[in-house]
């Protein structure tokens, strides 16, 4: 497919970039579902992550600050939009995180249905529009179809981020055709987000072209966070390079890696 | 004169300004906050000089974790 | 399933062990279909194996030393059977290579058919059975039949490699409860050998509780042999510590990642 | 007298040893090898003192990239 | 999930509606693909369908009547709107066909890109929006986006028809469980569009809750169309059979199907 | 792959034909399972199979006969060797049977594994190979190792019967490659037994070029055991009719099922 | 006058109906039959007494496979 | 003297055959049933003259639901 003409030649400065900033890994994590904001701490650094996403909430004075932790760790910060259902809503919050962040980048969720939390595209569409035009860089999480993401990127936004499965649910990537048919007709980063259960997931997701990959639960709420954040920085990696190695066909019959002739009968 | 506070119904001086309102909640450096008088955004550079009127619903907001 | 309960508490120490002996990989490479010994020994270094595999063959005078690559790279070897059809040439086969080789581990291949290279199980047990007789150290390169794989360390083999796919195939792991199933039933190492396309492929087989990973052409005959090398290290890495960080589990359903309260609206 | 190595035939003198046979293919110190003569296994330890005769099959193998 | 407990109680009376309109198969024929025009009465014949879908296109005086041909066989016209990108030419175009054939029924397509011919959700959801508000009973060619499939539910459609994958593809049905989301939210029925290649995706379809099934390329394009027509109709028959007779549900482990007691040893 | 090209040119007398002996039906019912005979008898009836099999075990001179019931639907008998876990006992038990019922038909089981219920594939060849020796048309329930299904075709069974997934798990065709592969290979006719849940499972079989569908559990265990039985003669002969017809290629990418030319714009 | 007829040019009577313009293309009785004159709808009921003008377009859809 | 039928113990008269033992458990017309001797097959054909000696154990079985 297209996107096997564009893998990079080398590894080398293969690093991901985001409306023209260069980000130290292709691993962005989400913050939500942490027992503490120290599991969260140790998740973070054990992930090699460059960049993580909050969410917006009213302050609530007795709350450690998450900020610290985030400024500690010494990464960049994706306000996102969760909890909005409307354009309306989700461009106001928005403004308030680029007023609170002092960054204009923003992860735009709009949201369906609170049982699936699956996005909005009407919705998203018209938000993510309006955003471009005051200036934010929009990183909308989205659905895996194709046509969407093509908008999204045509209306502005700097990446598309599809979904691989519901938020949280681990299901891993469903549809892997439609990832490979974002990568292939959209311009702009595509990150896989939502969906990701473990590590092969991860891998996957790079395999198929995606230039990055978004995910919270799976390390948050494993057994043993930080390793499993370690996991997911090794796999992002190990997909990664192995999309750029350019892997074996699949072959329905089987091909000898050891000489059938020079035995002695 | 009254005013709610995220969500919270308080009475406050009638001079009191939006930096008031954030200070008592987020203390005297309050960074990472965003604040909304009546649903409109109030920037950092205006809250000094933005005076709420009675009833005014004030919404002040910061980061927790969101995925 | 069983192996979540044998999980190991820590990474710390989680060494494979074959027969009484740590190897420094859970990666183990098979050194065919690469293009030169100079490509193989590239890949053997970047993969970070502890342990190749070669084939025993009729000496040819005017070839290069493969043995001498092997001892460059200080990896230990482990000589396959491949190209035998019955029990008793592949028992003469590795008599011949403990005489080349003065190890007394072999991979075991007992080959039922030319066109899929998959194994015969009456064969590959009879086979099994007296080299572990003999005194060998014996790596069964089996079926995903968990029947078969309880045979085969039933009779005394050190571990058991069932497969995921045709050897070469690059299909990954076809039926990954079989091998979840082997894991939960042997007491020895498992090994996935055969069908490992890509490095997602490598991480999955990890997660399914397998010990450790053989693949020669996912590595060998990836345009970039090297680098893929480099992945499947990654990869291998990445799935154990996934493995023991303990996944969450899948649901059909999503789980908000951001508080669905506290908006202003 | 004729011995067939590595399925090649080849006239040798009556008093050659496998040693002899091996290095002749492999040279001086021939590592990685092993030797069946007539299709059993002659330990590394015996080729000094095993005589082939007239007829015999012997087969040289080396370690070759298999996997 | 929540249709099976909306399962018919019996197979007795369990018809399809649309509309309020009974249909007497829950398979339906799209035209497109035929070699002829008598190849295409076969199949039609042979399905057992009640209702196949026409294109709306110029005359051309040379060409034998479609529309005898659905009259010779007595069954119902679903005209499409196929070729359409915006939402303007679809309601256009459904105009036409109201006009042509005498019939508010339309098959409602907005393509967002000619290659993989994926609906456009966004057109997609206008024009069936205006074409409600204008009296047409619309059946929405859509993605497999729950949110969509309710958005379309929600301003009027008579039923929605999520793909399970690309049009003509015969990739059968890409992600199940989007399927079924599908058919927990929305009311109306649910017939599953395109990417149908064999007759066990059709039974899946029906198994995972769908009213119907809606194909063209499958039959048409087979070798033999007339005989796969007949494999539609039967399989659309067990899979909704299958659906309401309450399979098993999935074990990782065996359950014995013979008595483990009373032999002889 | 070879099936394509010795597909039937016609559904006209395409019959499943064991040792000479033609059947009605591609179907064949296990009788395990059932509430009641009576409940099985409905189903035996619905699913209108020619062959049944049986469990021999000590007579209880309270229980029903289940003979008559099998009498009364008309169907040939075919007793199995359920419960035995060696050759041994399968050759004996097999030899009751001829005595009881008659008939040298036998569906061969050995057991590896009370847990799994699967096959034990060194043991069921010695006693497949015995009991051809002692006259018997011996139907053997086979993993689905294709070298496995060779060596059992090769001592002359009349059929073999890979397994889709563990007995009882309703877990479908776990490895539909290895199917097709077994069909390529052997020469007698291949039956799938054991794992199918639901009726797009039967009908997958069959497409993978099956001769025929082995199931017990999936009709009477199902809610409605009679509905179901229905369902999956449909689904049997859906899938059969579909092979036969020649299916459409899969394709990555769309076919436009509508001329793309010939619109007013 | 010049139609523009299926997107082919013609010098038809300047009396001409749409109804003589389907029933040239499709005989006369012409079922599963739809016109656009320029662009927009005309009611079957309306092909008798609907005069195009010079230059206009005139579209004749009908049926065809389509899935 | 003792039988095992089926794994039941019983006092039998010391005269009886297989088929008395089949007709007590299966009654005169005992279809689809088979015996086995002391784990050999006894051919129905030799139920009448099958003298079972004392302690002897006799299976005598019939078709079960099985899959």
Not at chain 1, 3 to 20: C, F, H, V
Not at chain 1, 160 to 174: C, Q, Y
Request: overall charge negative.
């Amino acid at each position: 497919m297209a996107e096997l003409a564009e893998r990079p030649a080398s590894p080398a400065g293969d690093t991901l970039e985001i409306a023209g900033e260069a980000l130290a890994s292709r691993l962005i994590l989400g913050t939500g579902g942490a027992t503490s904001h120290a599991a969260l701490e140790a998740a973070v650094r054990a992930s090699g992550t460059a960049l993580v996403t909050v969410a917006l909430r009213r302050l609530d004075p007795a709350a450690p600050s998450l900020l610290e932790v985030v400024e500690r760790c010494g990464v960049r910060i994706l306000p996102n939009t969760a909890g909005c259902y409307t354009a309306t809503e989700a461009v106001k919050l928005a403004h308030l995180a680029r007023e609170a962040f002092g960054t204009p980048w923003v992860k735009l969720e709009v949201i369906g249905d609170e049982d699936t939390l699956l996005p909005d595209g009407v919705e998203l569409a018209a938000a993510a529009a309006q955003l471009v035009e005051d200036g934010f860089t929009v990183l909308p999480y989205t659905s895996d179809d194709p046509i969407l993401a093509q908008r999204l990127a045509d209306v502005g936004c700097a990446a598309v981020m599809p979904l691989g499965a519901p938020i949280g649910s681990g299901m891993g990537i469903r549809n892997p055709h439609n990832i490979a048919l974002i990568r292939d007709k959209v311009r702009v980063p595509v990150i896989l987000d939502a969906g990701i259960g473990t590590a092969s997931d991860a891998a996957l997701a790079m395999e198929l072209g995606c230039d990055g990959v978004l995910l919270a639960s799976a390390v948050t709420r494993a057994e043993h966070p930080a390793r499993m954040a370690g996991a997911m920085r090794l796999a992002v990696e190990a997909g990664r390079l192995a999309y750029t190695a350019g892997r074996i066909p699949r072959r329905l019959h089987a091909t000898a890696s050891s000489p059938t002739g020079g035995l002695p009968w | 004169m009254q005013l709610v506070v995220n969500a919270v119904a308080s009475t406050v001086d009638d001079s009191i300004t939006v930096a008031d309102v954030v200070h008592q909640l987020a203390g005297p450096d309050p960074r990472g906050v965003a604040v909304a008088l009546n649903g409109d955004v109030v920037p950092r550079a205006r809250w000094a000089d933005t005076h709420p009127s009675d009833g005014d619903h004030v919404e002040v907001l910061t980061a927790v974790q969101g995925g």
